[in-house]
């Protein structure tokens, strides 16, 4: 097909030169296509093939796939990692378990009790040492059991201040971004599946294939081609003399064998640069065989339309 796309482009080039059929109104061109080369991202062997050429295909309808057994362990190795970075970042975004700060409370609720017992035994001794009914030792102490006490439920508060709140903010921070690149690499795991298995991205016709299952695929190898309607389009030559009469968006007419009836087509690109065979020598006697490439996009499907067919073009209005 490109060989054949090649002879065509010279022989109209060619016959452009000689303003061929210009003067009777009609222009040869032809019918080129686009294709889409579909290809996976990863290597791999070609596990299934479920189009053939010639096949229609509708959008989002499976093409190929590459053996996904690496791709999928790969997937759910990264995906349990990071269970394990949101588990960790969860944690540290929390306190202590409810029963652990339930055991901070009763120590809490014991220390309150121990103190108020202290206290009550300071008040006691410092009431008797006035009355010369024991000893300053004693009072002393006393004294030192209500201050020990009175440390232990600061202590104790204070734990339980610790225990309902999360980790620090820089381990928070840690946490987040390991959890944030897992994620990442989950993403990516999942795009590479993908890939490996792709789908139409439009409706079209699969012009070729070029593996059979089984077959080792290297990483952005066309597997399938795949011509959609719209990537047809038409291919022709003007000389100087046509071009001005030419701009994107005009209508023109489009013939061929097989068309029933007359194919409308849009201008869609003027090319600026001039084309020749060369030599030519830049001259006003040699200006006439300079061409343009024009290309058109036909307005509907013809199936008629095939790449590497030749056309007759008319810029009459249609």
Same mark, same amino acid.
């Given at each position: 097909m490109e060989r054949k796309s090649k002879f065509l482009l010279a022989a109209l080039m060619l016959c452009a030169l000689s303003a061929c059929n210009e003067d009777g109104g009609k222009i040869n061109g032809y019918v080129e296509g686009e294709f889409l080369r579909i290809?996976?991202?990863?290597?791999?062997?070609?596990?299934?093939?479920?189009?053939?050429?010639?096949?229609?295909v509708k959008a989002g309808d499976a093409l190929f796939s590459i053996d996904l057994t690496a791709l999928t362990?790969?997937?759910?190795?990264?995906?349990?990692?990071?269970?394990q970075a949101q588990a960790k970042w969860a944690d540290l975004t929390k306190g202590k378990r409810p029963e652990e700060i339930a055991v901070i409370t009763q120590q809490k609720a014991q220390a309150a009790a121990d103190l108020e017992n202290a206290r009550k035994e300071y008040d006691r001794t410092t009431s008797l040492i006035e009355k010369d009914?024991?000893?300053?030792?004693? &009072?002393?102490? @006393? =004294? *030192? #059991?209500?201050?020990? $006490?009175?440390?232990? +439920?600061?202590?104790?508060?204070?734990?339980?201040?610790?225990?309902?709140?999360?980790?620090?903010?820089?381990? &928070?921070?840690? @946490? =987040? *971004? #390991?959890?944030?690149? $897992?994620?990442?690499? +989950?993403?990516g795991d999942e795009r590479l599946l993908r890939e490996a298995a792709p789908r139409a991205a439009a409706a079209g016709k699969v012009e070729d294939t070029f593996y059979r299952a089984g077959e080792f695929v290297q990483a952005g190898a066309p597997v399938v081609s795949l011509l959609p309607p719209e990537n047809v389009k038409i291919r022709f030559f003007v000389s100087q003399k046509i071009l001005p009469q030419l701009q994107a968006g005009q209508k023109i007419s489009v013939g061929c064998d097989g068309c029933k009836g007359a194919v409308t087509a849009t201008?869609?690109?003027?090319?600026?640069?001039?084309?020749?065979?060369?030599?030519?020598?830049?001259?006003?006697?040699?200006?006439?065989?300079?061409?343009?490439?024009?290309?058109?996009?036909p307005d509907a499907f013809y199936p008629a339309l095939r790449p590497g067919l030749p056309v007759d073009v008319s810029l009459a209005a249609p």
């Open positions: 290809a996976p991202t990863t290597a791999g062997i070609l596990q299934t093939l479920t189009v053939a050429r010639g096949d229609e362990a790969q997937r759910d190795s990264d995906k349990a990692l990071l269970e009914a024991t000893s300053v030792k004693q &009072r002393d102490e @006393a =004294k *030192a #059991a209500y201050e020990r $006490a009175s440390a232990r +439920v600061a202590e104790v508060e204070a734990n339980l201040k610790v225990a309902v709140l999360g980790g620090r903010d820089d381990e &928070r921070a840690a @946490a =987040k *971004a #390991a959890v944030d690149a $897992a994620a990442q690499k +989950v993403t201008i869609s690109f003027l090319s600026n640069q001039a084309e020749f065979t060369p030599p030519i020598i830049y001259s006003v006697e040699s200006r006439d065989k300079l061409v343009f490439l024009v290309e058109a996009k």
